[in-house]
């Protein structure tokens, strides 16, 4: 592991699932983590999973950085705390809306704009539909866009150390205003999370044989919807102006849609399906693809594999020596069958191949 970008010590306040994923991610580098949640059990369990050490009431810290990872209603009053506490910190949080929590820290913090030079806004652009440390990963980060929202009076050193930490957790950098990232995760996150949830809100009372059914398009729309509800509560109701004019143009289409639906065979009525598919293919197509590079298209394969110990390992390992890079891995369960099905996507180019080499070698490849 290279060294840290940061000397240390961090200080994060809130060991929740982010708290925790940055202080492992930030410990895997050497870096001195020091935790404080007013959950005891959220910060021993941090503690015990090796995500830093706790604050002691006592310990006189002078940290280079704090970074508030709790939740966003009290994120701006934890940072305008953390600033007055340690004066030569710089103060970020993480917290899925940028626009509210800077402007109640405006307020916090009055005129004293020295205060504010050390603030700078971030979110990381990752997580998980679980809370707290429990779930936390240090690779949570890795490849990620973790965009910066610093305001007009942030120094440069306090972007430079904001930086530092995202970098220091393998992420991808983004520079944003607050304003422009509201907007953008209206549209990329919280709509997602309303319509995953609305979805999954359909199946509350669906008969269980119904649901047997189910495969990977409802559980891919639906992932997102066992997210936490008071942390959501939060972040929807922050984000309600930019969510509300995306919301209104998805109800024009409901409606268009609704309409089109009551007469199915109507003159226009099946290329109005077609261009709604259409529109929803282009939009698909614009969303990058790993490591936020270009879009990219990958073929699936699927692979019968035995319901028993060792099966998924040896397959993997088997395609790493055919000499196949592995883009994605889903795994699925036959009804009824004691087999699991794993579904791999790989480039295009080596789909062929892959296809032969794993038949021969005696793996069941049904796709
Ligand atoms: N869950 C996700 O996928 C993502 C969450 N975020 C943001 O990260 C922040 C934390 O979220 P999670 O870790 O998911 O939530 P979490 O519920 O797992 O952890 C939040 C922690 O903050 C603690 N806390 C509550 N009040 C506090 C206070 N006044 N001072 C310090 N700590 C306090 C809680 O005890 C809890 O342990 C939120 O602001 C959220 O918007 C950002 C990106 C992704
Ligand atoms: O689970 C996922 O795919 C997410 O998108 C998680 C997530 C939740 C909240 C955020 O502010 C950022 C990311």
Known sequence: MNPSHLLGPVLVLGSGLLGASIGLGLRARGVDVVLSDPSPSAQAVAVDIGAGRALELAEPLNPELVVVAAPPDVSATVVAAALRRYPSAVVVDIASVKFAVLAELRTLVGEDLGLLSRYVGTHP??????????????????????VLCPSEVSSAHAVKVAHSLAI??????????????????????????????????????TPAHALSLAGNGLRDVTRIAASDPSLWVQILGANAPKLLEIMQGVRLDLDRLISTLSAPTAP???????QLMAEGNAGQSRIPGKHGGPPQQYSWLTVLVDDKPGQIAKLLTEIGEIGVNVEDLRLDHSA????????????????????????????????
């Open 268 to 274: 226009g009525a099946r290329l109005d399906l077609a």
């Open 336 to 367: 009824g069958l004691q087999v699991g099905m794993v579904e791999l996507s790989v480039l295009p180019s080596k789909r062929v191949n892959l296809v032969q080499d794993l038949t021969e070698r005696g793996w069941k490849v049904i796709q």
């Open 125 to 146: 652009m990752a997580g998980r539909e679980r809370s707290g440390p429990v779930a936390a990963r240090g690779e949570l980060f890795n490849s990620m866009p973790w």
């Open 168 to 205: 220091d957790l393998d992420a991808v950098v983004f520079r944003f205003s607050p304003e422009e990232h509201d907007e953008a995760v209206a549209l990329v996150s919280h709509l997602p999370q309303i319509m995953s949830s609305l979805v999954a809100s359909r199946l509350a009372e």
